[in-house]
């Protein structure tokens, strides 16, 4: 305590309390480990013989889930696209499925295409527990969440793939490199072979042609506009530039002399000249959640977004308030943002930043009746930093 002043607060009230100690760190696991241990000798597993005697056993039984392997890849050419799945069952037989897409489409959907059909296929051969591998590690991956699925010409098969693994029990997705996924490739390939490969007579592979997307079969979600439920701001605004003989209050005219209404719409007047564009509250959520979490995907603090987003021309009174309450909401600037320094509690003041350094004194008295000795005072002397009390008594 007394060589590093730093020490001080709760951390030096613990390290006081705990120095008559001898501690010692043992880690956690080895603690479970050790437990584990001691129960199971002292509860071994009983077994019931063929003669009536009870005899110990060290076996544990095993219950496993039978996996179905599914694989699958894409070939792309500038003529047409390809998909190749490989299903293996439980029992070790496998499947292969060669289809040709007979429809326009990017590298990513036909990877998305692929797994679909196998995704289709396995269902109707009662498969509840699945092992997806691929080598397309932006499909893998948006699949299993660790990215977002932001291209609208992905969206509607990322769904649909969604909607397929709810159907069933277990579902593990695991990116594999190309050359452990060789048997998906060459599927792919012989969709658009027109001489069979080698080793093809030797395999049974199922030829389709597929004419259109998976996709096509989603029901269409008809999307309405949705009127602001906020009170609007700009009202008393616009109203006043359309009719200023109206009867308004002195602040909102004096408001009005900064914004001005061009074709029905409000904007306000920069400093240099320019205009900025009135939004509402509603429509201020949806142009801070673009450029803060956009397709930039910046996540920069309230004033350096402030000063972007008025360089884009828009305006609305709590700008700045709005965007550092929706800056503080963000999950991924809290999981990645700096850590955060500051206490979790308010921080006392210490008057003395060193043990001894300055005390406090108090008298009490006079205190009727007095002691034996005809001591009828008491001084108290509280240290700033310890809270030591030193108490001496008068007469």
């Known amino acids: 305590m007394l060589t590093r002043p730093i020490t001080r607060g709760r951390v030096g009230k613990w390290a006081l309390a705990l120095v008559e100690f001898a501690l010692q760190y043992v880690p956690q696991k080895a603690v479970k480990g050790q437990t584990l241990v001691d129960f199971l000798a002292d509860h071994p597993p009983i077994q019931v013989a063929g003669d009536g005697e009870q005899e110990e056993v060290g076996e544990v039984a095993y219950i496993g889930v039978t996996l179905w392997f599914l694989s699958f890849d894409r070939s792309k050419t500038s003529q047409a696209a390809r998909a190749g799945i490989a299903i293996r069952l439980p029992q070790g037989v496998e499947t292969q499925l060669a289809v040709h897409l007979g429809f ?12 679909i059909i196998g995704m289709k296929v396995l269902l109707p051969m009662g498969a509840r527990s699945v092992e997806i591998n691929g080598d397309s590690q932006l499909v893998i991956k948006q699949v299993a969440g660790e990215y977002r699925c932001e291209s609208e010409h992905l969206v509607r098969h990322h769904l649909l793939v969604c909607s397929l693994i709810t159907q069933f029990d277990e579902v593990s997705i695991r990116y594999v490199p190309r050359l452990k996924n060789q048997t998906a490739n060459s599927l792919a390939q012989v969709a658009s072979s027109l001489r069979p490969m ?14 259109v997307s998976s996709v096509l079969d989603l029901d269409l979600v008809e999307v309405n506009q949705v009127e602001d439920t906020q009170p609007d701001w700009r009202t008393l605004l616009i109203q006043f530039l359309r009719d200023p003989s109206l009867n308004m209050d002195k602040k909102t005219k004096y408001r009005a002399l900064r914004y001005v209404l061009v074709g029905g719409d409000l904007f306000k007047k920069g400093k240099d000249g320019l205009l ?16 803060h979490e956009g397709i930039y995907d910046s996540h920069q603090a309230g004033p350096k977004m402030r000063w972007l987003i008025r360089r884009h021309g828009y305006y609305w009174p709590t700008i700045l308030s709005d ?17 955060q320094r500051a206490p979790a509690v308010e921080l006392n003041p210490v008057v003395k930043p060193w043990p001894f350094r300055g005390w406090a004194m108090d008298l009490i008295g006079k205190v009727t009746p007095p002691a034996i000795k005809g001591h009828c005072f008491i001084i108290l002397a509280t240290d700033y930093f310890t809270k030591w009390v030193e108490a001496v008594p008068m007469r």
């Open 104 to 115: 326009t489409c990017s590298n990513n959907q036909a990877e998305y295409e692929a797994l």
């Open 198 to 211: 080698e080793d093809c007579l030797k395999r049974t592979i199922v030829l389709q042609k597929q004419l």
């Open 276 to 291: 900025l564009k009135c939004v509402s509250l509603n429509e201020s959520m949806v142009i801070m959640a673009e450029v």
């Open 323 to 339: 965007y550092i309450k929706y800056a503080k909401g963000c999950q991924a600037c809290q999981r990645h943002g700096p850590i």
